[in-house]
């Protein structure tokens, strides 16, 4: 089986966490045995002035572990020209598709992480080499709202035309069933995967004795990082046994690290900055609990990070996590509730022992391993091609 992978956002190096899953999800295919490349075209924004001028807009090549990965970029001059950047985004992608195919030959499927504006640039590909595409969405822009009518357009049109369509999560499939106007079921699930490195990191011992809560994001309004630190400083003002550590870098860190401050918890509350992906493996082996408290989510892979790690979860019920904390991995709360949150923190510190690290671990490994989802995405690879690679 020969996989394209076609994201609409890629790392640009091995320990860049954007898009990292996607890599992570296309190095594991090759390691099932599939042969597996990577075209990464990419719009770049002029809100990085120098960081979109000084980018390479050439074509590039790299053997990434074994996997050819071609990148070209082009600076997205008109970014509320939604139909315009589809029709460039289409334009990159058969030009990185023909270099990709000169050297490394007709791929089987090419698989799409995300509509916008990857999915462009699948139907251009599909239409020019014939070759069917599957889809899988990612982006939260939907469930915040931000995709205008254009977008939505161009999303329903790759949805339409892809062979097989996939969301991270059972919410969001019906989430983008309702935005994109499609039937009920178009979209099958499928999650995504933790990266092997944290399944095969050595469990660490913890001390029963002292709860240390962790939370990583990167920092925005959305995370709402904020009811973490109030139900902190609401149930563990007192108790000095009890820390929390926040990972990751945003806009709203000092603000957060003045709250820690008014609320009388500064010595507690601990601020890491941002972290590579060894870095949060390492802030992970040193706590006791994983904390999400985001507004939305699609998915939400650090907290199967997290669960490969063997930390319980608390998590808010915004999407995503409803299909990963169940109450064998954690406590899901409401969104916005600060008590709901200060009461499951109280819960994690109470029942430790509820929750072993070692069948967090198994758990994880079993519902979101490398080898279990790579075996699922072969199964539907191989069904459509079955099909003729006709959209179902």
Known sequence: MHVLFLPSWYPENPEDIRGSFFREQALALLKAGCKVGVIAPEMLSLRRPLHALDANHSISEEIDSGM????????????????????????????????YFAEHGRPDVIHVHASLLGGAAAIAIAKYANIPYAISEHSSLYARGLVPKAGIMIARSVSTNAGARFAVSKPFAK?????????????????NIVDQSFLDVPLPLRDTCKTRFLHISLLNSEKRVDLIVRAFAQQFSQNPEVTLTIGGDGPTRSTLMSLATELGVADRVYFLGGLSRSEVRSAMANSDAFVLSSKYETFGVVLIEALAMGLPIIATECGGPEDIVTPNAGILVPTDNVDAMASAMEQICDNRNRWSAKNLRADCAARFGPDA????????????LESGGLAT
């Not at 499609?182 to 999650?191: G, K, Q, R, T």
């Open 68 to 99: 050819p990965t071609y990148r070209k970029a082009a600076i997205n001059w008109t970014p509320r020209c939604w139909a315009l950047n589809a029709r460039r985004m289409g334009r990159i992608g058969v030009t990185l598709y023909k270099a």
């Open 175 to 191: 989430l983008l069933e309702r935005r994109l106007e499609l039937a009920s079921d178009s979209f099958a699930v499928m999650p």
């Open 373 to 384: 989802i790579s075996r699922r995405w072969i199964a539907h690879y191989d069904h459509l």
